[in-house]
């Protein structure tokens, strides 16, 4: 925390005590105060850079179709239950048949520009997308609900344990 305490000695370039050490401003006395960016300025800004970075997308002439431009991934959620892919013993058979593995799969196929695409249909919700959803073997439209239940089950999928027996994760990326 830099503190009002002024330099003994005097510098060209202005200086402050983190933690109790002197230093020049430096990026890490930038870094230091990173805590004192308010979030919601940092949310701005972040927002703002995946604004100016969007690729723009025509509304469809009938406000309730999309565009041809927003592609659907197809994903197999009832082979992707945590309890499911606890049970195979091989990591890479738990990721191919894992719900980020399918989706890695599906989004091979999309190029940069597509995958920053910020497309917000009517009845979306509010919910931008890049891609809609379609499970195999559910009848759900994707309407902001399946988009969002498949980072939740990503998310599901990176910190769960394989089952209670053992400790290793379903995917072992988010180590605790």
Not at 4 to 27: I, K, M, N, V, Y
Not at 33 to 55: D, F, I, N, Q
Not at 87 to 115: D, H, I
Not at 121 to 131: L, S, T, W
């Amino acid at each position: 925390q830099p503190s009002a305490q002024p330099s003994a000695q005097p510098s060209a370039q202005p200086s402050a005590r983190f933690e109790g050490q002197a230093c020049e401003w430096t990026g890490g006395q930038l870094r230091g105060l990173r805590r004192l960016v308010l979030g919601a300025t940092k949310l701005r800004w972040w927002e703002s850079v995946l604004g100016a970075t969007a690729t723009p997308t025509q509304l469809h002439h009938d406000e309730y179709e999309d565009p041809r431009e927003i592609r659907t991934v197809e994903l197999n959620r009832v082979k992707a239950t945590v309890e499911r892919l606890g049970s195979l013993e091989s990591r890479a058979e738990r990721l191919r048949w894992s719900v980020l593995g399918q989706l890695g799969k599906e989004l091979r196929g999309f190029n940069g520009p597509s995958l920053r695409r910020s497309h917000l249909a009517k009845g979306h919700g509010g919910q931008k997308r890049a891609f809609k959803v379609k499970f195999l073997g559910e009848g759900v439209n994707d309407y902001g609900g399946p988009y969002r239940a498949v980072m939740d089950q990503i998310m599901e999928e990176v910190q769960s344990q394989a089952s209670t027996e053992r400790a290793d994760l379903i995917l072992p990326l988010l180590l605790p």
